[in-house]
């Protein structure tokens, strides 16, 4: 929030404290309703958003405007009530359009194309993911660039439509390559590219891919994440008929495999190799 140049009354002055004490509290809620989310409790999350929203309206702090509205979306859409968080997605992104801050009409966006992609309404989604990367290229943000494209490719996934998404994935890495981003965007990249390949039954070309996300995902300790990648690299060597290299792949992975309670998943492969080399 951009303040207002001093006068000489103490009116003025006065003003320009609480603006930035209702500032500050407003970003702290919004901190509040964040861990909340984190911790995985939606309705406190939700208490709290709307909190925020109602306060920030009294003061006339955009940001908590904005983001209340978004965070009461995100909120509803995580406990199931979709009609509700489609009401809120869209009052973030009719508030968000008479503001100069583009992020809140990204997070808008976002959120009403992640609700109708759970919905299986491909063409809503692809609008709104869309219109995400035309206000980060209009922007030039470089970091929401790529998750932008991502996301694209996110939904043409659902749609099995593979190769499509392969296409948006692709761009999405080469321009991570050039920044500096969050490396879990990078290993999710490669992720999907494998998965995409193995899904167009391309295993050869899906396994390096699948290394690279193992390999990132260990360095960041998103364990789950890496037994998931190994487990498609064990899946792709079988799929080509490499028996003894997936039981190597399958048997380094183990330890990892029982601290991610994937053990089982694991031990179906073991017997999958069983089966086949006794066929």
Do not use: C
């Not at 500050?24 to 709307?50: C, F, H, I, R, S």
């Not at 360095?219 to 490499?242: P, T």
Request: positive net charge; glycine residues 4%.
């Amino acid at each position: 929030m951009k303040i207002k140049r001093f006068l000489l009354s103490f009116i003025i002055l006065f003003t320009f404290s609480v603006a930035e004490t209702t500032k500050d509290k407003v970003d702290k809620m919004l901190l509040e309703a964040w861990k909340y989310y984190e911790q995985g409790k939606y309705y406190l999350m939700l208490g709290k958003a709307k909190q925020t929203l109602e306060y920030a309206k009294r003061y006339n702090v955009p940001k908590g405007i904005a983001e209340g509205y978004y965070y009461i979306g995100v909120a509803y859409f995580q406990l199931g009530k979709i009609d509700k968080a489609i009401e809120y997605a869209n009052k973030a992104i009719q508030y968000s359009k008479s503001q100069k801050n583009y992020r809140w009409k990204a997070y808008a966006h976002t959120l009403l194309a992640e609700i109708m992609l759970s919905l299986g309404k491909f063409e809503e989604a692809l609008k709104h993911f869309k219109k995400v990367l035309e206000i980060s290229k209009d922007n030039n943000n470089q970091r929401m660039i790529p998750v932008a494209l991502i996301d694209i490719g996110n939904v043409y996934f659902h749609k099995k439509d593979y190769e499509k998404a392969l296409k948006f994935y692709k761009e999405a890495l080469s321009k991570m390559s050039a920044i500096d981003i969050r490396k879990h965007y990078k290993a999710l990249a490669n992720y999907n590219i494998g998965i995409s390949y193995y899904k167009l039954k391309q295993y050869e070309k899906a396994i390096p891919y699948f290394e690279k996300s193992y390999e990132t995902y260990i360095n960041i300790e998103d364990k789950k994440s890496a037994v998931e990648a190994k487990y498609f690299i064990a899946k792709s060597l079988i799929k080509l008929g490499k028996f003894e290299e997936a039981k190597n792949v399958i048997k380094k992975a183990i330890p990892l495999a029982k601290k991610t309670l994937r053990y089982k998943n694991f031990k179906k492969l073991l017997n999958i190799i069983e089966e086949k080399e006794n066929f």
